[in-house]
């Protein structure tokens, strides 16, 4: 089992491996989803904004059959952190660290 946040900071690296087809890593044939509630940590998530790729983070917590996150992140809240309202944390919280 592997926590969203680590999937969205893992890449192939295999010689068969090359971009853009190596980020982010597919799941295929995934048996089972586990939800492990975590307490919130606002500013741990606020962290590590400057290292999510949202888009792969949208792409896996759908493909594991969660909906909690939204269509999109715009490019403003990532550069202004404070303004990003309370249910995204959540959602983010959600998805990267509970979703396994």
Do not use: W
């Not at 295999?14 to 799941?27: D, E, G, I, V, Y």
């Not at 998530?45 to 594991?64: H, I, M, P, Q, W």
Request: charged residues 25%; contains cysteine; glycine residues 2%.
């Amino acid at each position: 089992m592997v926590r969203l946040i680590t999937h969205n900071l893992l890449a192939c690296n295999a010689k068969t491996c090359s971009a853009p087809t190596n980020f982010p890593l597919r799941f295929e044939q995934v048996q089972r989803v586990e939800i492990k509630e975590a307490e919130l940590n606002k500013e741990f998530v606020k962290g590590f904004l400057n290292k999510l790729d949202f888009e792969a983070l949208l792409y896996a917590s759908r493909a594991l059959g969660d909906a909690a996150l939204p269509d999109s992140l715009p490019l403003e809240s990532l550069q202004n952190p404070d303004e990003i309202p309370d249910e995204i944390y959540a959602a983010l919280h959600h998805a990267l660290l509970e979703v396994m």
